[in-house]
């Protein structure tokens, strides 16, 4: 259903028009304006990954310049910390602005102006995709409205994944596979982006990437020595890249809750979840399947229909196996990974199939399976949109599709609304830490040291902020992945040194551990501070018989057991 000529020069002023015109606006219906204050953290700081995702890139300003992996995040987490890529920190924006960090602010957030990249590129590919489907420019824009306006788009941002909200990436990819000839180096410039963006996106993008070499072998186009020496060089180096940006800095992980939780359901197409439909229900589902998220939205299922009327409405290239079946293959089989290996239907388990041992480990490198739906799902929005454009005389397409996109806009404008509310209006965050001796244990010590340290621990905002505002390291991080030898290791010195009493001296100790915690507090040394401040328990290795603020405080009255 694709056309095969690419953008005219004369269409280009349309592109101005989606540039300049349809995704700002998009961008500010959906999300405001206020994110894009590079100042504004308030919207980050709610407690949702938003906040693992700015303190990663906070902590990384204050890394070494030159350091191997270029990505490496040595202060957030000390003794198991890792690199960008695991706060999933956007590693081309952080490393970009690295560069640059002394000019900037503090705070300093890139994550607003990422979105409204994010919109800016997915309705520019959006866009190509439209065009390459009608010669009708009101179309096209109607077209492009759909891709800015996906339900699987805007739902990433809403549950705080703004890495994952660069869905243009499968966009372009499917731009690519459609050209009429090999696009070599906008393959290869799109891989090496995706690498530092979201391994997620650069699996699917590597998928449609395959797919292309395959149908371009497959129609002769080109020949087997070349497409083994593109597969060669893209795989080295997106191999690199990810090296430079720390991807294998936290190896030895264990995935815990991984392949077969994090899944799509089978009915999540028709499935909007309690906010993403006026119209149907909420259906059934487990609690991981959040992550197979797949709504195609009411306009877009009330498309179908023409879909399914036949083929009079296809291109004569997409009526070619050779262009079909690739690209058919890759996001079907990319569909089926995203169900799992426990397949389900309305949260029920229907079916379960075991996973060779060999396969587990790479399985739950790609956990969150469910997210493997996104290139069927574009796919999906290509047909429908290509079969309702060409249902009839462009007037009478144009009415059905500007009427099927107004009931998607209506269907879907609850979750819209929420979303733009709680980051438009996001209050402002305050940090719990107030007390005045905050400020002089900041001044004494070098690092914050949490009993114990976890892949995410409870606190992590708080302590997170106050660490890097006051130039210390914390282990009291939260990490997409951790290195499990290294949080072994740390946490049994840790518990060494509180059952021992041998406190570093340079480490300001907050307790979570309640065992721990009463081993702290049964028999404190003088010597240390040992007390609770604004809900934390602390022992301030040291500082127990100094005076703080005129009074001296070896063991304050709350702090007593």
């Known amino acids: 259903m694709l056309a095969t000529s690419p953008i005219s020069r004369q ?50 300003r204050g890394a070494p310049l030159w350091q191997l992996p270029f990505g490496a995040n040595p202060h957030y987490g000390d003794e198991i910390s890792s690199s960008i890529v695991f706060t999933d920190s956007i590693p081309l924006m952080a490393l970009l602005l690295k560069i640059i960090s002394p000019l900037l602010p503090t705070p300093f957030q890139y994550h607003g102006i990422w979105l409204f990249v994010c919109f800016l590129l997915q309705g520019y590919f959006g866009y190509r995709l439209a065009a390459m489907v009608t010669p009708h420019a009101p179309l096209r824009f109607v077209g492009t409205a759909l ?24 966009l372009a990819a499917i731009c690519c596979y459609a050209s009429t000839t090999f696009r070599a180096r906008s393959w290869f410039a799109l ?72 899944r799509m359901d089978i009915l999540a197409p028709i499935n909007p979840g ?8 909420a259906l059934p589902s487990a609690e991981g399947d959040f992550e197979g998220f797949a709504y195609l939205g009411l306009g877009v299922l009330l498309s179908i229909p023409f879909v399914l009327r036949g083929g009079q409405s296809l291109t004569a290239r997409a009526r070619q196996a050779s262009f079909v079946v690739p690209i058919a293959v890759v996001g079907v ?67 059905l599709a500007f009427v099927l996109f107004a009931i998607q806009m209506v269907d879907i404008s609850g979750a819209v609304g929420e979303l733009h509310g709680r980051i438009a209006t996001a209050p402002a965050w305050q940090s719990p830490m107030k007390a005045e001796l905050w400020e002089q244990f900041a001044a004494r010590y ?49 518990r060494t040194e509180v059952l021992e009493g041998r406190y570093e001296p340079t480490s300001l100790y907050l307790f979570g551990d309640d065992d721990l915690w009463t081993a702290a507090t049964s028999a404190p040394d003088r010597s240390d501070f040992v007390g609770v401040l604004d809900g934390f328990r602390v022992v301030a290795p040291g500082a127990g018989n100094e005076e703080w603020n005129g009074a001296t405080r070896p063991l304050p009255e709350e702090g007593r057991p």
């Not at 708080?462 to 740390?490: C, D, P």
């Open 147 to 170: 891709f800015l306006m996906a339900p699987i788009f805007l739902f990433r941002i809403s549950v705080s994944h703004y890495a994952s909200a660069a869905q243009w990436v499968v």
């Open 11 to 60: 269409r280009r002023w349309e592109l101005l028009v989606v540039i300049l015109g349809l995704a700002p606006v998009a961008f500010w219906v959906v999300l405001g304006g206020r994110l894009l204050q590079p100042s504004n953290i308030d919207w980050l700081m709610t407690g949702d990954d938003g906040g693992q995702h700015y303190l990663g890139w906070e902590f990384f």
């Open 446 to 494: 070098d690092k914050i040291a949490v009993v114990l340290p976890a892949k995410r621990y409870d606190d992590y905002l708080s302590i997170g902020h106050f660490a890097v505002s006051h130039g210390m390291s914390t282990n009291g991080v939260y990490f997409a992945r951790v290195h499990q030898e290294k949080l072994a290791s740390a946490t049994r010195r840790i």
């Open 191 to 262: 891989l090496l982006c995706a690498s530092l963006v979201n391994v997620y996106l650069l699996v699917m993008a590597c998928g449609i990437y395959v797919a292309d070499l395959g149908r371009r072998l497959w129609c002769g186009e080109r020949s087997l020595k070349p497409v083994v020496r593109d597969l060669t060089v893209a795989a080295l180096a997106c191999l690199a890249t990810m090296w430079v940006a720390g991807y294998f800095m936290a190896s030895k992980y264990t995935a815990g809750q991984g392949f077969g939780f994090y």
């Open 333 to 399: 089989g990319f569909a089926l990974f995203a169900l799992s290996c426990n397949i389900a239907i309305g949260g029920t388990e229907v079916a379960s199939y075991p996973v060779p041992g060999t396969l587990w480990a790479l399985a739950g490198t790609f956990r969150a399976s469910g997210r493997f739906a996104w290139p069927l799902y574009y796919l999906v929005m290509c047909v429908t949109f290509g079969a309702v454009a060409r249902c009839g005389p462009p007037r009478r397409a144009m009415l």
């Open 274 to 281: 309690e906010l993403w439909s006026a119209a149907i229900p």
